[in-house]
């Protein structure tokens, strides 16, 4: 599925489900009005009743007294905020005060009253029912298109999937449901605790002190709560391979790397964000992610998937075969260097059977050792027929030196990851959109954050062989803090639906 027809997708895919929201708020509004016609149809035999107890009430005739407050108390319960409903009011207010001339001169046209207020309730059921069914067409209409568009998504990736599935390791079917709804428990306690101790920090000075400190203290404690439970339930929810390939439809971004790379990869930069939680291969995932779905081959034995690329396992003595047929269905390859002869048979194999401009290379950080490197670049130069000149270059990411792409000759160009410079940002509306956003206390006063320098690179690397992704390094900043995010829109869904269950209540009469 070419990009433009994946933009499209989602775009109808959102659209149906805003559309479909807005249909079933009209129609428990329409089924709402239909309840009130049907409670305020008997208001002509009501308002007759009333009448006539006012008049047996007037001539003395007291048993009548209990006919006026039924029939007051039931166009309260049942009767629209009308002159019909004022009028009983009304009279009944006069009877009371033992003004009966007035009250009789109040309820003298009350039957055309209700007539006129039910005339008010039907046109007001007509219109609720018209545009309920205005919006439910086109969300029938928009469904069809959907879900054939979720499905041809999903065909353009089956082969893939079927190859990943074989290696997927068995999990219980409730495993990923269950934790997956734990996960949102941490989610909106996350950002609740955020929304709460920002508004105690922020406006504390306009309400009681005592107010203020259960805000900041309740919002702390929240934060804290979401972050145990986010850490325990994040990694056991996570998607495999095969799901998170079924789940996006793309041809995927295979990354490949040394194993002894994951414990550095899964290190957070406390500095990157107000809540840290995500680690730098997620940011890295979320940047590639606007390429393809990021997929790798996991570690043995590991007890849980680390969080990142999504996780697939091979057999130690038959792992070959399955990555070079991964090589050929991946739309991008990224390998970061490191030791282990299987990794540079990976290297070998993608300079024999890709295309250059499929091969990206990271090489390793300011956290490894002089030595190393230097072996690495020599390494690395004799697979390609131009040096790489990888030990001249030196970053300063603690991660990733550099990120090294090939012309049609393979011909290496060297990049360095590190900071940008101030004067160097791009200008614009997204960047001052950013800075409003940071001085809101929205995003940490840390924008860039070490991964968005890398991100950063690898799309200027990309770019130089004719791969533009606009947004790659902004999504590595946002995968940053995708934890508050998730959180706010689950809180904003949350409210959405209440709300809705609070309307459907009412229409059953529970509410």
Partial sequence: MSARLRAFARLITVVTIVTAYVA???AIT????????DRFGDAPARAAAFTAALDRYAAGEAAARAGIRAGDTWFKENAPSGASRSAVSAATGDVEKGRFPRAGARVAGLAAEVRRD?????????????AALYWAVPAALLLGPALWLRRRRR????EIIKVVSRFAPPRPWWRRPVFLLASGVGYVLLAGGTIAAGTAQRRGYTMPPMTMMGLLVGGLAAVGAGILVLRYTRPRQARGAARALLADGRQPVLYLRSFTDDDIAAQVDDSSAFVSLHSREEQLTGALGAVGPVITVGRPGEPLPRLGAARFYLPLDDWQPTVLRLMELSQLIVLRLGPGDGLWWEVQQARATQPARKLVLLTPGALSRQDERLELAERLDAHLPTPSRLAEVTGGDPWTGAVITFDPEWTPRVRPVGPVLRAELPRGALVRRAARAVKAGFVSTTMFTPTHHLARVIKEALAGVGVRRRTMAWRATFAAQAAVWKGFALVTVLALLLWLAGRALQLFGLG
Avoid at 30 to 37: E, F, K, V, Y
Avoid at 155 to 158: C, E, H, N, P, T
């Fill in 30 to 37: 329409a089924g709402t009005d239909l309840r009130a016609c």
């Fill in 155 to 158: 065909s353009d990736a089956a």
């Fill in 24 to 26: 079933l708020h009209l």
């Fill in 118 to 130: 039910q005339a008010r309730l039907d046109r007001k059921l007509g219109s609720s029912r018209a």
